[in-house]
C-alpha cells in the first residue's frame, strides 16, 4: 500500500478539499443550504462527491448551523465531517477550522456548499494547473467579459497557515488574497459554469 510518499525524498503534495457547509442560509429562507434538494440527493452530498470525484484526496466537509439535522439527513460517509461551534461568527471560523482540519502537508481547496454549478472538470482543472507556491482561483467571464476571481479556491501548502491566520468575520481567504495580490493565478472556468453562489430566493434555479 502506498503511503503517498512519505518516505520520499520530493513527496508532491495531495489536495484535502475543505466544503464551507456552516451557514444557516438566511438569506434564502430555507433553513441551512446544506439541506437543499439537488439532483435527487442534497446539496452537501452532491458538492462534496463532486469535489472527490474532481481529484481531491479526502473532502473535510465543517457544519455549523443545525448540524445535528443535516448529520441526520445526509449521507457523508465518503467524507469528513467536523461541527464548528462558532458558525454563526463568520465564514471565517469555518475557514480556519477546516483548513486546520486538513491533512498536513496538503494543498487545501477551499469550495462552498452554495456552488451548485461546481463540476468535477472545474476541480480537475484546478489541480492540473496549479503552481506550487500559488494561489489557484477558479475564474469566471463577468458582464463584460473579464474573468473575476470566484470559487474553489486552491491554497498552496506553504501558504494555507497564514491564509488561515488572515480569515476572521465573514472574511475566508479575501484578506489573505488582498494582501497577495502577486500570488494569484485565475483558471478560466467559465466554459463549465457561471460560478454563481445560491444566496438569494430568485437563485433558486441554479439548483435545477
Request: charged share 20%; hydrophobic share 45%; proline share 6%.
Amino acid at each position: 500500500m502506498s503511503d503517498r510518499g512519505a518516505l520520499s525524498p520530493s513527496p508532491t503534495p495531495g489536495t484535502t478539499a475543505v466544503l464551507l457547509a456552516a451557514g444557516a442560509g438566511t438569506r434564502l429562507g430555507r433553513g441551512p443550504k446544506a439541506l437543499l434538494p439537488f439532483r435527487g440527493r442534497t446539496l452537501v452530498e452532491v458538492v462534496a462527491d463532486v469535489l472527490l470525484a474532481g481529484g481531491c484526496r479526502e473532502v473535510v466537509v465543517v457544519l455549523g448551523a443545525n448540524a445535528a439535522t443535516v448529520r441526520a439527513g445526509t449521507d457523508l460517509s465518503l467524507h469528513r465531517v467536523i461541527e464548528n461551534p462558532d458558525w454563526d461568527t463568520g465564514m471565517g471560523s469555518s475557514f480556519r477550522l477546516g483548513v486546520g482540519a486538513a491533512t498536513p502537508g496538503d494543498h487545501v481547496l477551499i469550495a462552498l456548499v452554495d456552488q451548485p454549478g461546481l463540476t468535477a472538470e472545474t476541480v480537475a482543472r484546478m489541480l492540473a494547473s496549479h503552481r506550487p507556491g500559488r494561489v489557484t482561483a477558479a475564474a469566471y467571464g463577468g458582464p463584460e467579459g473579464a474573468l473575476r476571481r470566484g470559487h474553489p479556491l486552491l491554497l498552496d501548502a506553504g501558504l494555507r497557515a497564514a491564509a488561515a491566520e488572515s480569515a476572521t468575520g465573514d472574511a475566508g481567504a479575501r484578506f489573505f488574497l488582498q494582501a497577495h495580490p502577486e500570488l494569484i493565478d485565475l483558471v478560466d472556468c467559465s466554459d463549465l459554469s457561471g460560478g454563481e453562489d445560491l444566496d438569494t430566493p430568485d437563485q433558486l434555479h441554479l439548483l435545477g
